[in-house]
């Protein structure tokens, strides 16, 4: 099973950056998936962005697009969000997922899809 740890959530102001770092144990390319999800109190948890690893191709929601990153650096076994041009609508619970399907192959994927959690960061965006 693939660990995953999340850390650099915050609280920050419209207009700021955060980078958020996922650490996952057991990081190798037979994790063909990994992704980013965030959830708000009272909505569904929507996929943010995804990296199929073997390639490093990258799908965004349209919300996000522009303003977010998604990379991976295998030599650490860690998965990076840089989000820029943070939003009061960002603010929700961001968790990294892992799969070792092709899931993300040209689309982010639904929660159901991915075998593997963290355990959540918050990022609060304030006006």
């Known amino acids: 099973q693939v660990q995953l740890v999340e850390s650099g959530g915050g609280s920050v102001q419209a207009g700021g950056s955060l980078r958020l770092s996922c650490a996952a144990s057991?990081?190798?390319?037979?994790?063909?998936?990994m992704a980013w999800f965030r959830q708000s109190p009272g909505k569904e948890r929507e996929g943010v962005a995804a990296?199929?690893?073997?390639?490093?191709?990258?799908t965004y929601a349209d919300s996000v697009k522009g303003r977010f990153t998604i990379s991976q650096d295998n030599a650490k076994n860690t998965l990076y969000l840089q989000m820029n041009s943070l939003k009061p609508e960002d603010t929700a619970m961001y968790y990294c997922?892992?799969?070792?399907?092709?899931?993300?192959?040209?689309?982010?994927?639904?929660?159901?899809?991915?075998?593997?959690w963290g355990q959540g960061t918050q990022v609060t965006v304030s006006s």
């Open positions: 057991g990081y190798t390319y037979s994790t063909y998936c």
């Open positions: 990296i199929y690893t073997d390639g490093g191709y990258t």
């Open positions: 997922a892992a799969d070792g399907s092709w899931v993300c192959y040209g689309r982010i994927g639904s929660p159901p899809e991915y075998s593997d």
